[in-house]
Protein backbone atom coordinates (compact mmCIF):
# COMPACT_ATOMS: atom_id res chain seq x y z
CA UNK A 1 0.00 0.00 0.00
CA UNK A 2 1.37 3.41 -1.18
CA UNK A 3 1.95 5.82 1.83
CA UNK A 4 3.76 8.80 2.12
CA UNK A 5 5.24 10.92 4.92
CA UNK A 6 5.98 14.22 4.74
CA UNK A 7 7.28 16.51 7.54
CA UNK A 8 4.32 17.49 10.01
CA UNK A 9 5.35 21.21 9.93
CA UNK A 10 8.54 23.93 8.91
CA UNK A 11 9.30 27.06 9.97
CA UNK A 12 11.49 29.99 7.47
CA UNK A 13 11.64 33.07 7.27
CA UNK A 14 11.27 35.74 4.53
CA UNK A 15 13.58 35.26 1.55
CA UNK A 16 14.88 31.66 2.59
CA UNK A 17 14.50 28.78 0.57
CA UNK A 18 12.51 25.97 1.53
CA UNK A 19 12.58 22.25 1.21
CA UNK A 20 9.95 20.34 1.61
CA UNK A 21 10.63 16.25 1.43
CA UNK A 22 8.07 13.54 0.91
CA UNK A 23 8.58 9.94 0.91
CA UNK A 24 6.45 7.24 -1.34
CA UNK A 25 8.33 3.83 -1.21
CA UNK A 26 5.62 1.99 -3.28
CA UNK A 27 4.35 5.03 -6.06
CA UNK A 28 2.76 3.59 -8.85
CA UNK A 29 5.10 2.85 -12.09
CA UNK A 30 3.42 5.20 -14.38
CA UNK A 31 2.68 7.50 -11.74
CA UNK A 32 3.34 11.20 -11.32
CA UNK A 33 4.15 13.08 -8.39
CA UNK A 34 2.24 16.06 -7.51
CA UNK A 35 2.09 18.89 -4.88
CA UNK A 36 -0.53 21.16 -3.71
CA UNK A 37 -0.41 24.65 -1.67
CA UNK A 38 -3.70 24.62 1.11
CA UNK A 39 -4.84 27.73 2.51
CA UNK A 40 -7.11 27.95 5.52
CA UNK A 41 -10.92 26.70 3.97
CA UNK A 42 -9.78 27.00 0.75
CA UNK A 43 -9.24 24.16 -1.89
CA UNK A 44 -5.82 23.21 -2.48
CA UNK A 45 -4.02 24.85 -5.30
CA UNK A 46 -1.61 23.09 -7.77
CA UNK A 47 1.91 23.84 -7.36
CA UNK A 48 3.90 21.62 -9.47
CA UNK A 49 4.22 17.78 -10.99
CA UNK A 50 7.29 15.80 -12.05
CA UNK A 51 7.76 11.82 -12.83
CA UNK A 52 11.49 11.64 -12.58
CA UNK A 53 14.69 14.04 -12.53
CA UNK A 54 14.12 17.93 -12.04
CA UNK A 55 11.23 19.81 -12.37
CA UNK A 56 10.93 24.01 -12.15
CA UNK A 57 8.31 26.34 -13.08
CA UNK A 58 7.48 30.02 -12.34
CA UNK A 59 7.15 29.12 -7.82
CA UNK A 60 8.68 25.94 -7.69
CA UNK A 61 11.23 23.22 -8.26
CA UNK A 62 10.64 19.61 -8.23
CA UNK A 63 13.59 17.39 -7.58
CA UNK A 64 13.23 13.37 -8.04
CA UNK A 65 15.62 11.30 -7.32
CA UNK A 66 16.38 7.73 -9.89
CA UNK A 67 14.02 5.45 -7.67
CA UNK A 68 11.63 7.74 -7.13
CA UNK A 69 10.78 6.68 -3.63
CA UNK A 70 10.98 10.29 -2.68
CA UNK A 71 10.50 13.94 -4.03
CA UNK A 72 11.34 17.57 -2.62
CA UNK A 73 9.30 20.46 -3.31
CA UNK A 74 11.59 23.59 -3.10
CA UNK A 75 10.50 27.16 -2.66
CA UNK A 76 12.79 29.70 -3.53
CA UNK A 77 12.88 33.46 -1.26
CA UNK A 78 9.38 32.28 0.19
CA UNK A 79 7.53 35.41 1.61
CA UNK A 80 4.82 35.69 3.96
CA UNK A 81 1.78 34.57 1.58
CA UNK A 82 3.74 31.18 1.31
CA UNK A 83 2.60 30.40 4.62
CA UNK A 84 -0.11 27.22 3.89
CA UNK A 85 -0.05 23.57 4.11
CA UNK A 86 1.72 21.32 1.62
CA UNK A 87 1.00 17.87 0.32
CA UNK A 88 2.17 15.76 -1.98
CA UNK A 89 -0.09 13.46 -3.94
CA UNK A 90 1.09 10.12 -5.48
CA UNK A 91 -0.85 7.41 -6.99
CA UNK A 92 -1.36 3.58 -5.74
CA UNK A 93 -2.43 0.93 -7.23
CA UNK A 94 -2.47 -2.02 -4.89
CA UNK A 95 -5.36 -4.12 -3.70
CA UNK A 96 -6.57 -4.19 -6.97
CA UNK A 97 -7.96 -0.89 -7.15
CA UNK A 98 -6.54 2.56 -7.86
CA UNK A 99 -6.47 5.37 -5.30
CA UNK A 100 -5.04 8.78 -4.58
CA UNK A 101 -2.66 9.32 -1.74
CA UNK A 102 -2.32 12.69 -0.20
CA UNK A 103 0.19 12.64 2.11
CA UNK A 104 -0.75 14.50 5.67
CA UNK A 105 0.78 17.79 4.79
CA UNK A 106 3.76 20.10 6.04
CA UNK A 107 2.50 22.89 7.54
CA UNK A 108 4.95 25.60 7.02
CA UNK A 109 5.46 28.76 8.71
CA UNK A 110 7.40 31.67 6.83
CA UNK A 111 7.66 34.73 9.09
CA UNK A 112 8.84 38.27 8.91
CA UNK B 1 -11.55 30.81 -8.54
CA UNK B 2 -10.65 27.37 -9.86
CA UNK B 3 -13.84 27.36 -12.24
CA UNK B 4 -15.34 24.31 -10.05
CA UNK B 5 -18.53 24.89 -8.40
CA UNK B 6 -19.53 22.66 -5.15
CA UNK B 7 -23.03 24.03 -3.71
CA UNK B 8 -24.14 23.64 -0.63
CA UNK B 9 -21.64 26.04 1.05
CA UNK B 10 -22.42 24.91 4.47
CA UNK B 11 -24.47 22.13 5.24
CA UNK B 12 -26.04 21.59 8.58
CA UNK B 13 -27.72 18.49 9.66
CA UNK B 14 -28.82 15.86 12.38
CA UNK B 15 -27.16 12.05 12.88
CA UNK B 16 -28.88 9.50 10.61
CA UNK B 17 -29.73 11.66 8.16
CA UNK B 18 -29.22 11.66 4.25
CA UNK B 19 -27.60 14.66 2.48
CA UNK B 20 -26.35 15.34 -1.40
CA UNK B 21 -23.53 17.48 -1.77
CA UNK B 22 -23.13 18.94 -5.91
CA UNK B 23 -19.90 19.05 -7.83
CA UNK B 24 -19.68 21.42 -11.45
CA UNK B 25 -16.50 20.67 -12.74
CA UNK B 26 -14.44 23.54 -15.06
CA UNK B 27 -15.90 23.97 -18.11
CA UNK B 28 -14.28 21.07 -20.46
CA UNK B 29 -13.01 19.04 -17.77
CA UNK B 30 -14.19 15.05 -18.14
CA UNK B 31 -13.09 13.89 -14.69
CA UNK B 32 -14.64 14.65 -11.00
CA UNK B 33 -12.71 13.64 -8.14
CA UNK B 34 -14.22 13.74 -4.60
CA UNK B 35 -12.50 14.07 -1.17
CA UNK B 36 -13.35 14.45 2.31
CA UNK B 37 -10.96 16.70 4.86
CA UNK B 38 -11.58 16.56 8.93
CA UNK B 39 -10.85 18.89 10.88
CA UNK B 40 -7.16 19.23 10.89
CA UNK B 41 -6.56 15.92 9.11
CA UNK B 42 -5.39 15.56 5.76
CA UNK B 43 -7.08 15.11 2.46
CA UNK B 44 -8.50 11.62 1.88
CA UNK B 45 -9.93 10.05 -1.35
CA UNK B 46 -13.20 8.95 -1.80
CA UNK B 47 -13.71 8.24 -5.38
CA UNK B 48 -13.05 9.64 -9.14
CA UNK B 49 -15.55 9.68 -12.18
CA UNK B 50 -14.32 9.92 -15.81
CA UNK B 51 -17.28 10.89 -18.32
CA UNK B 52 -19.55 8.88 -16.01
CA UNK B 53 -18.00 6.00 -15.13
CA UNK B 54 -16.43 5.26 -11.51
CA UNK B 55 -12.33 5.28 -12.24
CA UNK B 56 -10.31 4.80 -9.25
CA UNK B 57 -11.89 4.00 -5.57
CA UNK B 58 -10.68 5.00 -2.21
CA UNK B 59 -11.78 4.32 1.15
CA UNK B 60 -15.34 5.59 1.10
CA UNK B 61 -17.71 4.32 3.01
CA UNK B 62 -20.50 1.98 2.07
CA UNK B 63 -23.02 4.62 3.25
CA UNK B 64 -21.17 7.36 0.90
CA UNK B 65 -22.52 7.07 -2.90
CA UNK B 66 -21.52 9.08 -5.52
CA UNK B 67 -22.34 9.28 -9.17
CA UNK B 68 -21.66 11.68 -12.34
CA UNK B 69 -24.19 12.47 -14.71
CA UNK B 70 -24.38 12.83 -18.28
CA UNK B 71 -23.85 16.92 -18.07
CA UNK B 72 -20.88 16.28 -16.04
CA UNK B 73 -22.16 17.55 -12.48
CA UNK B 74 -21.34 15.08 -9.90
CA UNK B 75 -23.16 14.40 -6.76
CA UNK B 76 -21.85 12.93 -3.87
CA UNK B 77 -24.67 11.85 -1.25
CA UNK B 78 -23.71 10.34 2.30
CA UNK B 79 -26.40 8.80 3.93
CA UNK B 80 -27.26 7.60 8.17
CA UNK B 81 -25.15 10.30 9.03
CA UNK B 82 -22.46 10.44 11.92
CA UNK B 83 -20.88 12.65 14.28
CA UNK B 84 -17.65 11.24 12.53
CA UNK B 85 -18.30 12.79 9.08
CA UNK B 86 -18.76 16.39 9.83
CA UNK B 87 -15.80 17.46 7.48
CA UNK B 88 -14.99 19.84 4.55
CA UNK B 89 -15.50 17.98 1.51
CA UNK B 90 -13.83 19.21 -1.96
CA UNK B 91 -14.78 18.17 -5.35
CA UNK B 92 -11.56 18.44 -8.11
CA UNK B 93 -11.86 18.33 -11.74
CA UNK B 94 -9.47 17.69 -14.54
CA UNK B 95 -9.49 17.17 -18.21
CA UNK B 96 -9.16 13.39 -18.13
CA UNK B 97 -7.52 10.94 -15.97
CA UNK B 98 -4.34 11.33 -17.36
CA UNK B 99 -1.57 8.11 -18.45
CA UNK B 100 -1.53 7.19 -14.47
CA UNK B 101 -3.70 8.49 -11.77
CA UNK B 102 -2.28 11.52 -10.67
CA UNK B 103 -0.93 12.83 -14.34
CA UNK B 104 -3.64 15.48 -14.64
CA UNK B 105 -3.93 18.39 -12.81
CA UNK B 106 -6.64 18.56 -10.53
CA UNK B 107 -8.77 22.15 -9.90
CA UNK B 108 -10.24 22.43 -6.38
CA UNK B 109 -13.68 23.72 -5.48
CA UNK B 110 -14.13 25.60 -2.24
CA UNK B 111 -15.57 23.02 -0.83
CA UNK B 112 -18.79 21.81 1.40
CA UNK B 113 -18.77 22.18 5.04
CA UNK B 114 -20.63 20.07 6.85
CA UNK B 115 -21.85 19.57 10.77
CA UNK B 116 -23.08 17.04 11.63
CA UNK B 117 -25.42 17.35 15.49
Known amino acids: LAKTTQPISMDSYEGQEVNITCSHN???????ITWYQQFPSQGPRFIIQ???TKVTNEVASLFIPADRKSSTLSLPRVSLSDTAVYYC?????????????FGAGTRLAVHP | DSGVTQTPKHLITATGQRVTLRCSPR?????VYWYQQSLDQGLQFLIQ???????AKGNILERFSAQQFPDLHSELNLSSLELGDSALYFC????????????????FGPGTRLLVL
Open chain 2, 92 to 107: ASSLRPGRGLTQETQY
Open chain 1, 26 to 32: NIATNDY
Open chain 1, 50 to 52: GYK
Open chain 1, 89 to 101: LVGDISGGYNKLI
Open chain 2, 27 to 31: SGDLS
Open chain 2, 49 to 55: YYNGEER
